[in-house]
């Protein structure tokens, strides 16, 4: 098969590292594993994470770098060439589709909450929670999100950025965005660590989310948990199978995605060091849910001595972060359609980016003027849209990626791209035949069914 991707390559392993930590890194780490976290009672959560990231994330990640690097193409028509390759049926190439679709889903509410984030680096910069109350912190969050402009302006400006990116290509623009972003957010990230010490309750945050007790171990914990490391990862639509095509062929896999893993791991857990000790030196509630980073936050750095330029650098992170993961979501579209229909870059990443930007006018306006429509029973537009991602597209994809290069696959292509010893590779296909799809499988299940939970 082709050395190289027509679409172009990462310049080295490095950069690899770096566009897979980015699309790794994102909202998921600093809004969602956090609050998830201190809902779940904080140590418990966070070793039952640590366990899926191991077990089922690592052998996931390293099962789509692996189908990436021997396709070199768009998801859909790697999975094509390689179902092919092995004698499977061509329906495989489905599971590119499902993929591409999911990553079209997610980005339409990412780009939401990532235009959030984006409003806040301006109104947290321009001083408006110096000495807020709880109060007043909750009030600007339901006056600004009850704003449909407001929040389809924010909307717009990060969609744009994120199609500006895609459309420069894989030299130009993705590898150039992750090369400067990346470096930068792990620099603000320490210098809010810093922050965080210096804070006076660095060691209850840190009790916080270290301090192991094993009652709050629930079936629920485990399950968010499980769909944590996956989101989190970028696992189970592509996003990996398409930045694997991009990846130099003398890289080891193995050890690159142990790298990914521990990176984003160490990401979220720095977020929580540095989320927590703020909350607690401020006597808030560490259990404010999906509030905790724009409502709990913005009271804690408001209280706080430098909370203004502090907080505005906090923001400034969170963008940056989202911008590395949703390039990462645009991309496997944005590859197929080039591949398929013969436009320009530039063309399919304005397409696609802005049909996504369309539909997430959908969950923008969830929380406005929409806010009364619902579609399946009592969720809203938001609510569908994340919970068909999340809880049903990305482990249903993610389990068939297990079949597939678990079962299904020419032998030799694993074996041959991962190169590992027998041992190693013994526990790698062990772990994505029988571990990985059984765990995925449960989440699946116990998430579309809920019910069954209350045993
Ligand atoms: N991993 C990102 C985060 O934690 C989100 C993300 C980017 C993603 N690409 C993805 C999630 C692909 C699932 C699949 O915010």
Redesign the pocket.
Known sequence: MASESVHGMWSSRLMFILAATG???????IW?FPYMAGENGGGAFVLVYLGCIAIVGIPIMMAEILCGREGRQSPVNTMKALAARSGQSPAWESLGWLGAI??FI?LSF?GVIAGWAMAYIASVGAGDFVNTTAAEASAHFSNFTADAGLVVLWQTLFMVLTIFIVARGVDEGLEKAVKYMMPLLFLMLVVLLGYAMASGHFMEGLSFLFSFNIEKITADAVLMAMGQA????????G?IIAYGAYMPRDANILGTATIIAMLDTGVALMSGMVIFPLVFANGLEASAGPGLMFITLPIAFGQMEGGQIFGTLFFILVTF??LT??I??VEPAVAWIVEKVKITRAQSAWLVGGLAWFVGLGSAFSFNIGSDITLFGDKTFFDTVDFLANNIM?PLGGMMACIFVGWLIDRRIPRDQLELSEGVFNVWQFLIRYVSPVAVFIIFVMSVFPELLKF
């Open positions: 699309s790794a890194v994102g909202l998921g780490n969602r999911a990553g997610i990412y996956f989101f989190t990862l970028s696992l189970g639509m996003a972060a989202a993961s949703s990462s979501l990305l």
